[in-house]
């Protein structure tokens, strides 16, 4: 008889100041702009009839901000309870949080060697930035590639441990690139991998030890209020 698996909906947090401002953003927090909690609510109104059986967040402020405001639209707020994980925090910038990410990055260019940030972004992958990052932040605070996923990693192996093969829906409110990274590392037939919208929903089914894409990077469930 086969498994029933575990279903898990990525959600991306709402836009907050510090996205609003292109500012770094890992582990520093920054509320929910208002345009930010609207486009929430938009995506809570069109997951209204999804019903899930758990929720985990980060344990930044605002995954959880747009964890509580989908559960609201959801009709689920008074039901369940939100599980914060900090295992699926966004990456470490260290030193470079809450620096415009134009001079961030012009400092991981130049430790590259390319002359341009467009040159370093047409031939670099996002783990050889990371590392770079790490690289040049003279408190060596950042985390590379290797520490970020394999404290995600960490904390995946215990949301699948806890619900695999029980035919359940999770949500789980994360952080673009943390999302990003899981689903391109465990899922074989992503070939999309540009950077998720703020509030968006990327959902895969984890079953017989494999992850199968049934959406990614969507905004087209977003539903206006009547």
């Not at 999770?170 to 690139?177: E, S």
């Not at 969507?218 to 209020?225: I, L, R």
Request: charged share 30%; with cysteine; hydrophobic share 35%.
């Amino acid at each position: 008889m086969a498994n029933k698996g575990v279903t898990i909906y990525f959600v991306r947090h709402g836009e907050t100041y510090l996205n609003y401002y292109g500012r770094m953003q890992g582990w520093c927090n920054a509320p929910l702009t208002d345009h930010g909690k609207e486009d929430v609510r938009r995506c809570g109104r069109g997951l209204k009839d999804v019903k899930f059986n758990a929720v985990y967040t980060s344990d930044l402020s605002r995954t959880q901000e747009t964890a509580q405001i989908i559960l609201e639209e959801n009709g689920q707020i008074e039901t369940m309870n939100m599980i914060q994980m900090p295992e699926f925090r966004e990456v470490f910038f260290g030193s470079m949080e809450g620096m415009y990410g134009s001079e961030a990055y012009d400092k991981v260019r130049d430790y590259l060697g390319y002359e341009t940030q467009k040159e370093m972004f047409r031939n670099t992958d996002v783990p050889e930035r990371m590392d770079a990052f790490r690289a040049i932040d003279p408190e060596k605070h950042a985390e590379d590639f290797m520490m970020f996923w394999s404290r995600v990693e960490k904390g995946l192996i215990k949301l699948i441990d806890r619900h695999r093969d029980t035919g359940e829906k999770i949500l789980l409110v994360a952080h673009g690139g943390t999302i990003r990274y899981i689903l391109q590392n465990l899922v074989p037939d992503l070939d999309d991998t540009k950077s998720l919208l703020n509030a968006s929903v990327s959902v895969a089914k984890y079953q017989d030890g494999l992850f199968h894409l049934e959406r990614y990077n969507d905004v087209s469930h977003f539903k206006d209020a009547e």
